[in-house]
């Protein structure tokens, strides 16, 4: 994925979203928060019928899985918003919107649903 990445999206772009903004607090507390999760492999476990659907906030997902808010969509995408609306509805998961979206939404909320 990073290769398309960087085959679509300007480098001064690019840099921007790898390392965040001012002096990268946020950044750091993510990348920090996330290195306490590990993969823990589970042996002799069937897993010959997984169902990985669940509910978030009442509301059904295929997977355990949604779209963190990130800002300004259309920096990649034309579409922006819209656009990573309608894929996670189509993949039936979740999604965050930014409060730095760059689409209206009412937009993004009429693009998940169609």
């Not at 990445?5 to 300007?10: I, N, T």
């Not at 002799?44 to 169902?51: F, H, I």
């Not at 922006?80 to 996670?88: D, H, P």
């Amino acid at each position: 994925m990073q290769a398309a990445s960087d085959a679509r999206v300007d480098d001064a772009v690019r840099i921007w979203w790898e390392h965040g903004g001012e002096d990268e607090q946020t950044f750091r507390a993510n990348r920090a928060a996330w290195d306490k999760f590990a993969i823990r492999p589970t042996i002799l476990t069937d897993v010959s019928t997984p169902v990985l659907s669940t509910k978030i906030l009442g509301y059904p997902i295929a997977v355990p899985l949604c779209l963190s808010p990130v800002s300004f969509h259309t920096l990649a995408h034309p579409d922006g918003e819209q656009a990573t609306a309608a894929a996670a509805a189509k993949m039936q998961i979740g999604l965050g919107i930014s409060s730095s979206s760059t689409t209206d939404l009412a937009d993004v909320a009429r693009a998940a649903a169609a």
